[in-house]
């Protein structure tokens, strides 16, 4: 299961990264980026919120059904912050909220990455 997270976590964030790709160096012309860069957006928010649930059920057996504040948690978190500013630019099209999700995205990693080598960072 963690692993799974791992993928999911990694195609969530590359996917800022491709579109960033086609926009700036293929100019959106290459049609299969296109194509896939359509479905991303179609499956990005499913896979958000697999992350969260597998995050969930990862932290609550890892950690023998009781709740403790640690990474993970933070990690948790974040991630269903950075959901909900998706979904509310999704449905206002403001481009304040795509820039605070993309920033979220950032944060995601880096508490990831602290979360993976010291998730007791916080005891």
Known sequence: MIWINVLLLFSLLTF???LWLNKHILKGKNKAMNAFIKK???IHPYIGITV????ALH???MLGGQFMFHTGSLLLLLFIANGILGFAYKK???RKLSKL???F???ILLTFALHYLNPWFFS
């Open 16 to 18: 800022p990264v491709l």
């Open 40 to 42: 991303g957006r179609r």
């Open 52 to 55: 969260i649930v597998l995050g």
């Open 59 to 61: 932290g609550y057996s």
């Open 92 to 94: 206002k099209k403001d």
């Open 101 to 103: 999700h993309q920033a």
């Open 105 to 107: 995205g950032l944060l």
